[in-house]
């Protein structure tokens, strides 16, 4: 017979204790954008709902954005950072295909030995890495899990692209997950459909792009970050309703019972279409950080979180369905209390 093996169990229930997060210096205005691509404040306002959006400079890196947004993270939760062992970082920016982001930043801030590993699912990777994180505390894999989102999207979009430069923009957010006495993350809904994975993507993969070297030496063009639009526009708007829906059914409520709604800042428009559909109570805020951050991809979350407290349009507690989705394509859903802040 063979030995028999011990099982382990963690927290009956999280929460994610603390956020923070990080804004690039830089404020770039649609007019900025706009000159390279045959484009103007007023088409970008009325077809994004983007006013501003930070670009990040040399010196700040997925590393350092993301060192920022976890050390806000951390004093907000207000936790021995040794207590800390996983860090998990949703991106799809991290330009090197090995070794992940993760296992830096933990070193950056100083967390040794821990588990740490990179999450790639587009946009919906801070929900996803949230549903994981919460997972493995339930578990007793890990006590508590640092996630952070963060994307600089200047590296990887052509600013003469009609399609994407207007969109998107870069920033980190974190949140430290943990237990708690009650249920502070509920249910996740996820999915994918990779019979759209030419949605939204990396235009070739590097072996084409070293092909292309060899033939046309310095005519060699680069990859880069492509999307379809109007593909992304029609999915998003007409298929997530259903996912919203499950989310606050599985987590036990009803949308009357949300304080708040923070979905993926994909797009200003598909943003006011969720809202409308799901029917909010009129009392419920809805983070509107794309007009002044822009779509910043895995990091748009919690940016929006962080936004919409500091305006004081929520408050920690305060009951918000978190919705993201994007490149795969691939979405992730769950309904949460808002975390402290800083
Ligand atoms: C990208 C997006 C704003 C484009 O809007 P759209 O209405 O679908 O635009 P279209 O591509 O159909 O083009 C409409 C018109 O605008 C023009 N146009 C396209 N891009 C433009 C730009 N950047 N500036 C000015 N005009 C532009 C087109 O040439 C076209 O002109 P025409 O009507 O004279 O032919 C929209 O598709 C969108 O938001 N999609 C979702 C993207 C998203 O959320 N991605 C993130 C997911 S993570």
Redesign the pocket.
Known sequence: MSARIASISGAEHTAMLGLGVYRPERIVTNDEV?GP????DE??RT??GIRTRRFASDAETIISMSAAAARDAIEAADIDPSRIDCVLVATSTWLLLTPAAAPQIATELGLNNVAAFDISA???GFCHAVAMGSDLVKAGTARNVLVIGVEKLTDTFNPRD???????ADGAGAVVIGPSEEAGIGPTVWGSDGTQHRA?RQDKDWMEFFREIDEKGLDAVRPYLA???????RW?AHSLEKVCREAIDRAGLTPADLDAMVP?Q??G??IEIMARVLKLPEDCALANDIEETG?T?AASVPLAMEAMMRKGDAKPGGTALLIA???GLSYAAQVVHLPNWK
Request: charge should be positive.
């Open positions: 706009a691509i045959d484009s103007s088409w970008i077809r994004s587009g946009c919906a009609r399609g994407t430069a207007f969109l998107f939204i999307m379809e639009g109007t593909a992304v526009f998003a993926h994909a797009n428009r598909i779509n991809s989705f994007g490149a």
